[in-house]
């Protein structure tokens, strides 16, 4: 049921399309070291089959989950012994790249670098997050998309009408197959395995229905994994989502995380510091409720915290948004690193230790306290940053009495305009 040609591949038209680098490099034959990054079922390894068939080349085939260094040798070995002995080239498929470590991943360098092998891996994970900055300079990235419904269902009917296909296949109900088709999400190996074993229950001369091919399938439509990029992509939808003021997009993805199994206490310091980055004193209280929606998810833990993230996140999507103490932080941060650390006036250093007032510690503060308005004009700020204004608060819910308060403490103090 894999594809033995170009003509009969689905889906990639980003990768594959007339002119492009990889389609080019299979059509002509000319391979070169390349990772094929994208979900399960996509076509990596069809792709790199392909590229072996077409340039005549030698395909070793591995999987990191169970190669080690010396394995890796054989393969350069005899991929030596082909190049010396009858200019054979050869194509190193490394299926789930991402297992090897850095020690193992150095073993491939000279191989590839001189052009020894070209190396296909493969992997579900982000490659420039689990493959060393040295193998992948060496390499072209290709980024394989879940394929789309109709590219699944394109191939389940194949399988069915295709000589290679599926023997004795029976009839199969077009809803059973527009369910495995969507199901899939986008994995065709995964929708073909399950309309195997949707035959072989019903057998010969009998009707796949849309009840078989769900007992087939048995499997979530969840695709997730906490140490992979799909793990940074739904948190990323999160935050976005919730200080984008949505509730109802940033519950989904708080499912998604919850459902595929993402730890809660993650989910929890996201919280916490979006409390203080997106939202800020527009409502001081969403760090209040972010703070203790993290003690309920050690206290609780799952399955009942989830009611605790849920109500966080609602509260968090729909409170006022600010930034001004993100960005604030983030001037007078600025300041420090070009101008150097800064000397506090005499009057604000420490005069809790012994000689200090003999050396001008303290003297000549001016507390608030000792004024009715409890505001002093005293300068507060050193010498070379007097002037500088790092707070610029919103209107946006509580900041706007802030932002009041503000200018009336600097009118009072005379700094303001």
Not at 4 to 33: D, K, N, Q, Y
Not at 61 to 78: F, I, K, Q
Not at 335 to 342: D, F, I, K, N, S
Not at 403 to 408: A, D, G, Q, T
């Amino acid at each position: 049921m894999r594809p033995a040609s170009l003509g009969e591949f689905v889906g990639h038209e980003h990768l594959l399309g007339r002119g492009s680098a990889l389609r080019t490099a299979i059509e002509e034959g000319r391979p070169h070291s390349m990772i094929l990054y994208g979900p399960p079922g996509t076509g990596k390894t069809t792709l790199a089959r392909l590229l072996a068939v077409n340039a005549r080349a030698a395909f070793e085939e591995a999987s990191a989950v169970n190669t080690g260094r010396a394995e890796v040798r054989e393969v350069l070995s005899r991929a030596e012994h082909r190049r010396q002995t009858a200019n054979e080239p050869t194509i190193f498929f490394l299926d789930e790249i991402h297992r090897f470590n850095k020690a193992q991943q150095d073993t491939l360098l000279p191989a590839v670098e001189e052009g020894l092998v070209s190396l296909v891996g493969a992997t579900t994970e982000n490659p420039y997050f689990e493959v060393n900055s040295a193998l992948l300079s060496r390499c072209r990235i290709y980024e394989l998309r879940a394929l789309e419904q109709e590219h699944v269902l394109a191939l389940l009917r194949r399988a069915l009408g295709d000589e290679r296909g599926i023997p004795d296949a029976p009839q199969v109900d077009d809803d059973a197959l527009d369910f495995l088709a969507a199901r899939a999400v986008g994995d065709a190996r995964t929708a073909l395995s399950a309309l195997e074993l949707a035959a072989e229950t019903v057998g010969e001369g009998g009707a796949v229905t849309l009840g078989v091919a769900e007992d087939a399938l048995q499997r979530s439509a969840i695709l997730y994994d906490k140490q992979g990029d799909k793990h940074y992509d739904l948190i990323s939808a999160w935050i976005k989502s919730t200080r984008g003021s949505d509730p109802d997009a940033s519950l989904l993805y708080l499912a998604a995380m919850i459902e595929g199994g993402e730890d809660p206490r993650y989910i929890a310091r996201r919280m916490v510091i979006l409390a203080s980055e997106d939202i800020g004193n527009a409502d001081p209280q969403a760090l209040e409720v972010a703070v203790n929606t993290a003690h309920a998810v050690e206290h609780v833990g799952m399955p009942e915290c989830a009611l605790n993230l849920a109500q966080a996140a609602v509260y968090l999507a729909l409170a006022p948004k600010s930034k001004a103490s993100y960005l604030a932080l983030g001037r007078a941060r600025e300041w420090v690193r070009e101008r150097g650390m800064p000397m506090p006036p005499a009057a604000l250093q420490s005069a809790a230790y012994p000689g200090a007032k003999k050396l001008g510690r303290g003297t000549g503060y001016d507390s608030p306290h000792d004024h009715p308005e409890g505001v002093s004009e005293q300068e507060l700020m050193p010498d070379d940053a007097v002037g500088e204004r790092f707070l610029e608060l919103t209107e946006h819910g509580d900041e706007r009495e802030l932002r009041e308060r503000l200018e009336r403490i600097r009118k009072a103090r005379g700094r303001s305009g």
